[in-house]
């Protein structure tokens, strides 16, 4: 995977993929284009599944470089190959159903500290007005426990979902990218923890606040559900989990 050799004059490429999702993604991209046009240098759209083409003859501030996999990807290989094409120092994984009401990208990037690999917004569901509480390493007893009373929230997250991850493209390139093993759950834990054990920080602008419409499949598919248990036992078995379980926390 490439790594920038210099920054162009907007740092963040933004990496979106659609299954079937367009409808989603156009109010996204009208929200980028209108809050944040100074920081992205392209959005990389993916078509992962055919369907109506809903952008052609739309223009943005941005150039948006699109990429119509003959057969479907899950969700590591289809931002892996999205970052193939990144030359700018930040690299955006970002969902379709991710919504903004100002300019979380300038704000974001400005308060990184040297080392932090990760970036990340708090993140509204609907419905609440608290933000989404930090999340601890996923093992059993903490998915048993995370809903009970005397459960702590750890002060600073180990791992983000994948739905908003600006992630540096040095930290991103240094660890290979996401495990393309995963196919579609645990990956965005998997690669938290390798950007940690590569030395990398995680940070969370606190200030800043992006929306998620939350189009959760898993709670009405089974074999979406499928993946996500086999995902999570995945993640288990795997080095990186017991290696970020021993690190000191941040």
């Known amino acids: 995977m490439p790594t920038p050799s210099s920054s162009p004059a907007?740092?963040?490429?933004?990496?979106?993929?659609?299954?079937?999702q367009?409808?989603?993604?156009?109010?996204?991209?009208?929200?980028?284009?209108?809050?944040s046009t100074a920081m992205v240098e392209k959005v990389v759209?993916?078509?992962?599944?055919?369907?109506?083409?809903?952008?052609?003859?739309?223009?943005?501030?941005f150039p948006v470089e699109r990429i119509d996999n003959?057969?479907?990807?899950?969700?590591?290989?289809?931002?892996?190959?999205?970052?193939?094409?990144?030359?700018?120092?930040?690299?955006?994984?970002?969902?379709?159903?991710?919504?903004?009401?100002?300019?979380?990208l300038s704000p974001l990037v400005a308060q990184a500290a040297p080392d932090a690999g990760l970036l990340t917004p708090r993140i509204l569901e609907p419905g609440k007005t608290a933000p989404e509480q930090h999340r601890a390493i996923i093992t059993p007893l903490e998915i048993l426990t995370r809903k009970r009373a005397g459960y702590?929230?750890?002060?600073?997250?180990?791992?983000?979902?994948?739905?908003?991850?600006?992630?540096?493209?040095?930290?991103?390139?240094?660890?290979?990218g996401f495990d393309e093993r995963f196919f579609m759950y645990g990956e965005d834990f998997d690669i938290c923890a390798r950007v940690r054990l590569a030395g990398w920080k995680l940070q969370v602008g606190e200030n800043l606040r992006a929306r998620h419409e939350?189009?959760?499949?898993?709670?009405?598919?089974?074999?979406?559900?499928?993946?996500?248990?086999?995902?999570?036992?995945?993640?288990?078995?795997?080095?990186?989990?017991?290696?970020y379980r021993a690190l000191p926390p941040a």
């Open 152 to 176: 702590r929230i750890p002060d600073v997250p180990a791992w983000v979902p994948g739905l908003f991850m600006l992630l540096r493209s040095k930290a991103y390139a240094q660890v290979k």
């Open 70 to 104: 003959p057969a479907p990807k899950g969700f590591g290989a289809n931002h892996n190959q999205a970052f193939a094409r990144c030359s700018s120092d930040w690299f955006l994984v970002l969902n379709p159903d991710m919504r903004f009401d100002n300019d979380v």
């Open 45 to 61: 759209l993916t078509i992962n599944i055919p369907e109506p083409d809903l952008i052609a003859g739309r223009q943005w501030q």
């Open 22 to 35: 367009l409808a989603l993604i156009l109010p996204l991209l009208e929200q980028l284009d209108r809050f």
């Open 10 to 20: 907007k740092p963040i490429t933004v990496s979106i993929v659609s299954h079937g």
């Open 214 to 243: 939350a189009q959760r499949a898993s709670h009405a598919s089974r074999r979406h559900l499928s993946w996500h248990v086999s995902s999570l036992l995945r993640v288990w078995l795997s080095s990186a989990f017991w290696r």
